[in-house]
């Protein structure tokens, strides 16, 4: 992946909104627009406009459904978001112990004196 898809994924999953839809989409197998700005407290205009953000970056893909569209959730493309936090957690858990340590070296450091 490229670092434009992965800043682009991340605004999309960024929004607290879109994460919602996400959980519903994951819990409920799929659904459309309508069925989640039913679960959600936007409008279904605004709903369609996080789908879009979010099947730009490929989380969620659409087939028809009569005269909706029907989204579901591309695991895959979920899977290598997830990997992407964990690696961000990972380096940030290892910065801050970097900086624990450094604390307690200083701490020790105004003790001894």
């Not at 406009?49 to 579901?72: F, I, N």
Request: hydrophobic share 40%; glycine share 8%; no cysteine.
């Amino acid at each position: 992946m490229s670092t434009a898809i992965d800043d682009e994924l991340w605004s999309a999953v960024g929004d607290p909104t879109r994460r919602r839809m996400l959980d519903l989409l994951l819990s409920d197998g799929g659904g459309t627009a309508t069925t989640l700005s039913d679960r959600l407290p936007v409008t279904r205009q605004a709903v369609a406009k996080h789908l879009g953000v979010l099947d730009r970056v490929g989380l969620v893909h659409a087939t028809a459904s009569g005269r909706e569209r029907r989204y579901e959730v591309d695991e895959v493309q979920l899977a290598r978001a997830v990997a992407q936090l964990s690696a961000v957690g990972a380096t940030w858990d290892a910065r801050l112990q970097r900086i624990k340590r450094i604390a307690e070296r200083i701490q020790r450091e105004k003790e001894s004196s």
